[in-house]
């Protein structure tokens, strides 16, 4: 069974860096995307950058030029580098790994990991 582990997450001052990392444990095959959502209390969960297959990147505007999205194949990890890091960017945030299965695809949630940026 394929689980999705994170970690990376913390507090950190406004300005402050942090780099999350979700590796993937049990066989995955087939991925399509990986991607890094966040939900902040009372809101709706957001997508904030996401990793297609073919290395096409996409960012939420609140986050280009400050989040970087990576990924290493070979351990089926994916990074979120985030740098000069702002209040508004709290929240629990999460990988999600999507897989084509057979005439549709499939989604892989991880459990989220706090991201905590104050004073």
């Known amino acids: 069974q394929v689980q999705l582990v994170e970690s990376g997450g913390g507090l950190v001052q406004p300005g402050g860096s942090l780099r999350l990392s979700c590796a993937a444990s049990?066989?995955?095959?087939?991925?399509?995307?990986m991607a890094w959502y966040r939900q902040a209390p009372g809101k709706e969960r957001e997508l904030v950058a996401s990793?297609?297959?073919?290395?096409?990147?996409n960012y939420a505007d609140s986050v280009k030029g400050r989040f970087t999205i990576s990924r290493d194949n070979t351990n089926n990890t994916v990074y979120l580098q985030m740098n000069s890091l702002k209040p508004e960017d709290t929240a629990v945030y999460f990988c999600?790994?999507?897989?084509?299965?057979?005439?549709?695809?499939?989604?892989?949630w991880g459990q989220g990991t706090q991201v905590t940026v104050s004073s």
């Open positions: 049990g066989r995955i095959y087939s991925i399509k995307t």
């Open positions: 990793l297609a297959f073919s290395g096409e990147t």
């Open positions: 999600n790994f999507q897989t084509y299965v057979p005439g549709t695809t499939r989604d892989y």
